[in-house]
């Protein structure tokens, strides 16, 4: 097993996703740059629950733009004196405005549509030599088809617009500054286009980061889905092997009372005979059982009694070995325990020392206490930490992240029997703890032994 104690901070009900970039993190703490990200994030929001809100804005916007030149009649734009607006009707003026203005309402539903319908008006009335400050909804249009539209129409459209304008201003529109327009309408064209390509590229990176810690997060809890199946078919082969071990024992005495029993005459003997074969045909029933347990282990045959409490102590010999300080303290009658609760324990604590080993590494401490009461079993691993200057054999990570096989194998035996486990720092001091609660009811171990089924 690979146990991960940093499970724990998992075990506290945080988030599945990974841990935030320390960047974004000093960003939301700005003053400014937070609520910043706080605004954009209602503005998407409102958009997202009323989108026709953000269009009808941006029609409003453009339209008091233009308003004081439907209003004015005065030739002077931006570059000098343009045009021969006034050989023209207000009326007319107004139909172009409303023409440039009214399709900027569908700019994000059809960008190429409403784009070229304003490219075409704005030509209408270039070659009509009018000039108006509605013609900005042109850049709102180039910008949208940039953020939303094809990209393959976008050259298009705006090879389109910088042609359009190199013709109005020097030859279908009458403009004072002609250079000074030009450079100016080609420099807002440009900057249409890269704000909306900039956005454009910044949300297909959110929707990446997004779609990568969603996959993240589905390969995570695919990894601990198949660590408890893992556990949980490891602990139903033990189990089995537990269950029969004691009815090879059962059919053993059955068969020896149904033999005594006809020996003396006695009417017992044929019960006792249909109980030995009872046991035997449940034990068949269970080898089919554990070949199935077993079919990634074909070459593992594990012949040995399962360990129990009584094989506490060859474990810690072993851990003292590899330079672990281990106290260990009992307290009640845990040999009374079955067989089955016995595995359990040793599981827990084989798992928590592994742990020890694998976060503090040689020259740290850890006691072990299991202690049975009345309906009660407390198994309880602490530890002081990585010693100052020690080398721990685990790789280097912070101890926050998915749970390994470990942590998963002693929640998976702990359920098994109602229990309750606590995994976490100390609360004073250095190191971790492993806690783990059992409600199993006291029953003497029977001591005939026998090999684990094959």
Same mark, same amino acid.
């Given at each position: 097993? +690979? ?255 149904? +033999? ?77 325990? =079955?067989? =089955?609760?016995?595995? +359990? ?58 749970? =390994? ?12 029997? =109602? ?36």
């Amino acid at each position: 097993m +690979t146990p991960e104690r940093s499970a724990a901070a998992a075990d506290s009900g945080q988030g599945a996703a990974g841990a935030p970039s320390p960047g974004l993190d000093a960003a939301w703490s700005h003053p400014v740059l937070g609520r910043l990200l706080r605004g954009q994030g209602r503005h998407q929001r409102l958009d997202r629950r009323y989108p026709w809100l953000l269009d009808t804005s941006v029609v409003l916007v453009v339209f008091l733009v233009s308003l004081p030149d439907l209003l004015s009649d005065s030739s002077n734009g931006p570059f000098g004196e343009t045009g021969n607006r006034g050989q023209l009707s207000t009326a007319v003026l107004v139909v172009f405005a409303a023409a440039l203005i009214v399709p900027l309402w569908w700019r994000r539903r059809s960008p190429t549509v409403a784009f070229f319908v304003i490219l075409l008006v704005s030509f209408v009335q270039w070659s009509l030599g009018v000039w108006q400050q509605a013609g900005i909804s042109a850049l709102v249009a180039l910008y949208s088809l940039a953020l939303h539209g094809s990209l393959r129409v976008l050259g298009w459209a705006a090879a389109l617009t910088f042609v359009g304008l190199a013709l109005s201003v020097c030859f279908l529109v009458h403009v004072e500054h002609p250079l000074l327009g030009l450079f100016f309408l080609v420099g807002t064209t440009t900057a249409a286009i890269a704000v909306g390509l900039t956005l454009r590229i910044r949300r297909m990176y959110l929707a990446a980061l997004e779609d990568r810690a969603r996959r993240l997060e589905i390969e995570r809890d695919q990894r601990v889905q198949l660590t408890a199946a893992a556990e949980r078919a490891r602990v139903a082969r033990e189990m089995h092997d537990i269950v029969g071990h004691n009815l090879s024992v059962m059919v053993s005495v059955a068969d020896g009372a149904a +033999t005594l029993a006809a020996n003396r005459r006695e009417q017992s003997a044929e019960a006792l005979r249909i109980l030995g074969d009872t046991g035997r045909q449940a034990m068949s029933e269970l080898r089919r059982v554990l070949g199935v347990l077993r079919a990634e282990q074909d070459d593992e045959r594990l012949l040995n009694p399962q360990p129990g409490i009584r094989d506490l102590d060859h474990l810690l010999a072993r851990v003292r070995a590899a330079g672990l300080r281990v106290t260990y303290r009992s307290v009640g009658d845990v040999d009374a325990l =079955g067989i =089955g609760v016995q595995l +359990t324990v040793y599981r827990i604590v084989q798992e928590a020392l592994t742990n020890t080993l694998r976060h503090a590494g040689a020259g740290s401490a850890a006691e072990v206490t299991v202690t049975t009461d009345v309906g009660r079993l407390r198994i309880r691993v602490t530890d002081i930490g990585a010693p100052p200057g020690a080398h721990v054999q685990a790789e280097p990570g912070p101890r926050t992240g998915d749970p =390994g096989h470990g942590l998963v194998g002693i929640r998976q035996r702990a359920a098994m029997y =109602g229990g309750d486990v606590t995994i976490g720092p100390r609360e004073a001091g250095l190191g971790w703890t492993v806690e783990v609660v059992l409600d199993v009811p006291s029953s003497t171990a029977p001591t005939v032994s026998g090999d684990r089924l094959p």
